[in-house]
């Protein structure tokens, strides 16, 4: 008896990597399939290879294609789903799985459509897939979400991602929302799970991430003569060459030298720089997990397989798991505890203050944060709650750190003793005697997206560009549905202004109204 016999799965991105091997294992076990990605060439080869199997195992599945859909696209999302539903199909598992590795820089040199596209991807893909899954939704559906274990383990424990912002930051926002949408689908009998699985064997770690963090290493700390810009473009043109026969590698070395008025020794020497020091990030990244191994992407759809049987999805419901196979040594990013400050001299401080949702009169937050279900926004709400709640504070934070290191986001040495803070004030927590955990679910979307994303940007300046700007991120409110106090928040102020010591602290999350 094949397990997922009449049902129905969609793996979103199915036509590589982690989501193919997702899509296969529940074929194998009866399935029928619905491959959506990017691009035909690969969708309609696994389609091919999937057709096998249904033969092999005469289970009578269908398999259907949606090329050109991307999930950050309201419209091809939408109209697939419109299709779907014309055609009477009743969608049994979700697995949200796309994603990019987005650029892989420091946030000082990230462009805003850079970093707002790979939000659009991971964070509101989800979502508005997710929504839209709904439609064509029954009692015992499942939403799986594959999110990463560099964002946050908790709220208490964030594990910052250098060189990987945006990226952090959607996983954060994806696992808190996960929670929330677990609250709010329980009254259909549908279930929301979100899975951390960890490093994973795929070409994209080791053909792009690894080798971009390994560049974006080079550009900042220099290499040979090459100024950051000149090694930004050298690698640019020979990190494809990683992983080819020496053949193949000289002659991509002799095209990128003509191309750039190099020396190919130079860029033979910086290639193989490149190599050593992805190898090392690898080779780190694995003496966080007990053996030392990497998961295969076998072991991820088992993994997924597991957590769409009925029994386990009950236990399981809101939950993200596996949670503890990496052990990423965290310092104390977070704090409740804020010295009181008498000073509040600014004078000869650079600062800026943004993103200030504590204001109770906020209609644009708080009517929808507070009076609706998340599912149940259509896409332009959405959108508008994202920008207002995560993407003009991490705007704004960009755009001051060029004001105050004008030329950094190219020549990063010029970040080296710089001064500046930048104070983010996030979405406070719900009002309110008897505040469920839904409400307070719905506001963590966006706080989780935030925390991660402002201990990465921090974990940069200091750690990599070696100066003296931080970004802090004060959240209002607390557990117990407290009003907000101006006093903290305004005494927090004064205290990431006037103290000095916030600057060598690695404490940058601020909770003034907890008194835990």
Same mark, same amino acid.
């Given at each position: 008896m094949l397990k997922f016999q009449n049902k129905t799965i969609l793996v979103t991105g199915s036509g590589t990597g982690i989501g193919l091997a997702v899509t296969k294992k529940f074929v194998e076990n009866g399935?029928?399939?619905?491959?959506?990605?990017?691009?035909? %060439?690969?969708?309609?080869?696994?389609?091919?290879?999937?057709?096998?199997?249904?033969?092999?195992?005469?289970?009578?599945?269908?398999?259907?294609?949606?090329?050109?859909?991307?999930?950050?696209?309201?419209?091809?999302?939408?109209?697939?789903?419109?299709?779907l539903a014309g055609n009477q199909i009743s969608l049994d598992v979700l697995v949200n799985n796309a994603g990019v590795s987005g650029p892989v820089t420091c946030f000082a040199h990230t462009s805003e459509d850079d970093f707002k596209s790979a939000v659009d991807i991971?964070?509101?893909?989800?979502?508005?897939?997710?929504?839209?899954?709904?439609?064509?939704?029954? %009692?015992?559906?499942?939403?799986?979400?594959?999110?990463?274990?560099?964002?946050?383990? /908790?709220?208490?424990?964030? /594990?910052?991602?250098?060189?990987?912002?945006?990226y952090t930051a959607s996983q954060g926002g994806k696992n808190r929302l996960v929670e929330a949408m677990s609250w709010e689908l329980t009254e259909k009998g549908i279930i929301s799970i979100g899975t951390n699985p960890g490093p994973v064997h795929s070409d994209r770690i080791y053909k792009t991430v690894y080798p971009k963090a390994a560049s974006e290493f080079l550009r900042v700390s220099g290499f040979e003569d090459l100024s950051p810009s000149e090694v930004e473009a050298a690698n640019n043109e020979i990190i494809g060459l990683l992983g080819e026969d020496d053949e193949t590698i000289k002659a991509g070395i002799k095209s990128a030298a003509e191309k750039l008025g190099k020396s190919e020794i130079t860029l033979t020497n910086l290639l193989d720089k490149v190599k050593g020091i992805?190898?090392?990030?690898?080779?780190?990244?694995?003496?966080?997990?007990?053996?030392?191994?990497?998961?295969?992407? %076998?072991?991820?759809?088992?993994?997924?397989?597991?957590?769409?049987?009925?029994?386990?999805?009950?236990?399981?419901?809101?939950?993200?798991?596996?949670?503890?196979?990496?052990?990423?040594?965290?310092?104390?990013?977070?704090?409740?505890?804020?010295?009181?400050?008498?000073?509040? %001299?600014?004078?000869?401080?650079?600062?800026?203050?943004?993103?200030?949702?504590?204001?109770?009169?906020?209609?644009?937050?708080?009517?929808?944060?507070?009076?609706?279900?998340?599912?149940?926004?259509?896409?332009?709400?959405?959108?508008?709650?994202?920008? /207002?709640?995560?993407? &003009?504070?991490?705007?704004?934070? /960009?755009?001051?750190?060029?004001?105050? &290191?004008?030329?950094?986001?190219?020549?990063?040495r010029l970040f080296k003793d710089t001064k500046g803070r930048i104070v983010i004030i996030g979405p406070a927590l719900p009002v309110g005697k008897k505040i469920s955990g839904h409400e307070r679910a719905k506001v963590e979307v966006f706080?989780?997206?935030?925390?991660?994303?402002?201990?990465?940007?921090?974990?940069?300046?200091?750690? &990599?560009?070696k100066s003296n700007i931080r970004v802090f991120l004060i959240l209002p409110g607390s557990i117990d549905g407290k009003e907000p106090s101006h006093e903290n928040l305004v005494n927090t102020i004064n205290y990431l202004m006037t103290d000095e010591k916030v600057i060598s602290s690695s404490e940058v999350i601020f909770h003034p109204d907890e008194t835990r």
């Open positions: 399935a029928s399939a619905i491959l959506m990605g990017r691009r035909r %060439e690969p969708l309609m080869k696994a389609a091919e290879m999937l057709e096998g199997i249904i033969k092999e195992n005469q289970s009578k599945a269908v398999i259907k294609v949606f090329p050109g859909v991307d999930v950050s696209d309201e419209e091809s999302v939408t109209k697939m789903f419109d299709n991971h964070l509101t893909g989800t979502f508005w897939t997710s929504v839209q899954a709904l439609r064509i939704m029954k %009692e015992g559906a499942k939403i799986i979400t594959i999110s990463t274990f560099f964002a946050e383990e /908790r709220p208490l424990e964030q /594990r910052p991602y250098r060189f990987r912002s945006p992805a190898e090392k990030i690898q080779k780190n990244t694995s003496t966080m997990i007990p053996d030392q191994q990497f998961l295969s992407q %076998e072991q991820v759809a088992t993994t997924i397989l597991t957590l769409a049987d009925d029994e386990q999805a009950k236990i399981l419901n809101g939950k993200i798991i596996p949670g503890d196979r990496v052990f990423y040594p965290v310092k104390p990013h977070v704090t409740s505890s804020i010295p009181k400050v008498e000073s509040n %001299e600014y004078s000869e401080k650079d600062c800026i203050v943004t993103g200030d949702l504590t204001d109770s009169n906020n209609d644009e937050y708080h009517s929808i944060a507070e009076h609706c279900k998340l599912t149940e926004l259509d896409r332009s709400a959405w959108d508008g709650l994202l920008w /207002r709640c995560f993407l &003009v504070p991490t705007i704004q934070a /960009r755009d001051k750190l060029d004001e105050l &290191v004008p030329g950094g986001s190219d020549d990063p706080r989780g997206a935030l925390r991660p994303f402002v201990t990465t940007v921090n974990q940069e300046l200091s750690d &990599v560009l």
